[in-house]
């Protein structure tokens, strides 16, 4: 099985003063510590496409994102580390001085970078288009963006042999809802799985990614704390990050885990949890994204 060289991940317990004793206890299964590139959940979700390629001689991954995705980041440094080309197709033209941090990480891996319009970007999953694409660039694969297809729902499998039967809920960040999907379909049913959805009115997934889940397992969707929307903040979301790293020494991204966890917060002053419930949080990582507030973080 295609893997990189890997931290030990491990699962850290939250300060309880975080939240009182509202419940039994909250960890983390810290993610974000697995490559300080290949970060978090996009490692496990490449992984089986990656294998995908080397099983079947495939020079070329092509894959897509916006000019912040921690997707496309991701996907450059693990196709170089396996000597995979690779190709980046970018929703908007990034090129000259629009050139982001995290395009230019991408460039600097051998990601070979094609901007397109908006408009042109709304053709990704149209098979048409797909096939200018693998005409243009024989012997390659089509990765979707977020990874989000069968073998990144079933990569994620990987991370719920981390996640021990003692805990009564598990949290995680919802995009593409690969990761939610792939926890689903992994864990026992008993286990409810919390999807914490950072775009406003995000839970219209609901329905798509009910499609993908095996048998009878549900879980939820919550997308109240999206702070204006994907890829927006508030000061005081900055600030929630700065006081969650004082006091837990973990340090959120701005885009997914600070809404999720903000969003637990509420829920706990809420009390919608049992007093014996036994949370387990996913740091799914993403702390790449943080470098456009890096001068308001205390980390
Ligand atoms: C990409 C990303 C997600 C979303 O993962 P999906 O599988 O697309 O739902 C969540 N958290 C972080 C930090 C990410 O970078």
Redesign the pocket.
């Known amino acids: 099985m295609a893997t990189i060289p890997e931290c030990i991940l491990y699962i850290q317990p939250l300060n309880t003063d975080w939240y009182k004793n509202k419940v039994s206890a909250i960890d983390i299964l810290r993610l974000d510590v697995v490559h300080k590139h290949v970060?978090?959940?996009?490692w496990y979700?490449l992984k089986e496409n990656v294998q995908h390629c080397l099983d079947n001689n495939i020079d070329t991954l092509i894959t897509f994102g916006g000019g912040y995705s921690?997707?496309l980041a991701a996907t450059a440094v693990a196709a170089e580390y396996f000597g995979l080309k690779c190709i980046g197709i970018v929703r908007g033209d990034y090129s000259g001085d629009r050139m982001t941090d995290t395009l230019r990480h991408c460039i600097g891996y051998g990601m070979e970078l094609t901007f397109v319009s908006y408009e042109e970007y709304k053709l990704k999953d149209d098979r048409e288009w797909l096939n200018t694409l693998t005409d243009k660039y024989p012997n390659s694969f089509i990765v979707p963006e977020?990874?989000?297809n069968e073998l990144g729902r079933l990569g994620i499998a990987a991370i719920a042999e981390y996640i021990s039967d003692t805990y009564t809920h598990i949290a995680v960040?919802?995009?593409?809802?690969?990761?939610?999907v792939g926890l689903v379909n992994a864990l026992p049913e008993y286990q409810k799985v919390y999807g914490y959805v950072p775009m406003k009115g995000g839970s219209y997934l609901e329905e798509e990614l009910n499609v993908l889940v095996n048998g009878e397992k549900c879980f939820q969707l919550f997308d109240d704390w999206h702070f204006g929307g994907f890829g927006k903040h508030t000061d005081d979301l900055v600030q929630f990050m700065n006081e969650f790293y004082s006091l837990n020494d973990i340090p959120l991204?701005i885009?997914?885990?600070a809404k999720m966890m903000y969003g637990i917060q509420k829920q706990l002053d809420a009390n919608i949890f049992d007093k014996d419930s036994k949370l387990l949080c996913i740091h799914?990582?993403?702390l790449q994204g943080n470098s456009t507030i890096a001068n308001k973080l205390i980390y």
């Open positions: 970060s978090g959940n996009k979700k921690n997707h977020g990874g989000a960040s919802v995009g593409t809802g690969t990761t939610l991204d885009v997914y885990t799914t990582g993403g």
